[in-house]
């Protein structure tokens, strides 16, 4: 797949260049938790449930796993991966975020299923387990969100074990310039009207706008990626590119 994301400018909406604090942007999430699961849905009309499928399809293709999600919030992927991959041990995730993991934990417990999976609150930048202790690294919609992404991304390849693979989802910006300018307008005038209005909290989903325009994404993101350890590292777009899943490999 081609890397390069560059495009005209030329009758290109601008975008939105000062990115917002992501400082204790945990307790923003706290506040959203009662309405986040049911924002998500409606906002992305339900795509991104075939996202983290998708994601949930590049694990490794042998042996027994087990997976570590950061940013985790309310669980959601950790139980795409298990209905997906009957090959995972067993999973922890990670959020600052207690009101989340407290709806993640409620969700765990009434699976039918029983996944083995542990939510502990814990620091993307400071992650509490050994190196090499993980075949899976995922982190959906929440990289952009951490103070200090290459820091991360250096944290995610200490817990790989060698042959491991991370798997990162988040949103992008369209190539198509017609698709692009609806998608701004979109981001910028309809989401965080209808966020604020159903989540009582207006700033959550304009720092959500300014994040995604602000946040590198494409070639850059994917040469974070290698500059950190990655190999094999890849991106794949996700309808028209308004999403994007990055993978990497631990070699050697």
Known sequence: MKLNHSIP??????????????QEVWRMFDRIAPRYDLLNRLLSFRRDVSWRKKLARQLPADGQLTALDLATG????LLTLFRENPRLKFAVGLDMAQEMLKL?????????????????????????FRS?????????????????????????????KSGGRVLILEFSLPERRLLRSLYLFYFRNVLPRVGGLISGDGYAYSYLNQTVETFPYGEEFCQ???????????????????????????SG
């Open 9 to 22: 400018e030329v009758n290109l909406p601008s975008v939105v260049t000062q990115s917002p604090s992501r």
């Open 74 to 77: 309310t669980a959601d992927v």
């Open 104 to 128: 993640g934990r409620k969700k765990i417990s009434q699976d039918s299923s029983q996944p083995p999976i542990y939510l502990i609150p814990a620091d993307a930048l400071k992650i509490p």
């Open 132 to 160: 090499g202790a993980f075949d899976v690294i995922t982190i959906v919609f929440g990289i952009r969100n951490v103070l200090d992404v290459p820091q991360a991304l250096r944290e995610m390849y200490r817990l790989l």
């Open 224 to 250: 974070l990626m290698i500059q950190a350890g990655f190999s094999n590292v890849q991106q794949i777009n996700l309808t028209a590119g308004i999403a994007a899943i990055y993978q990497g490999d631990k």
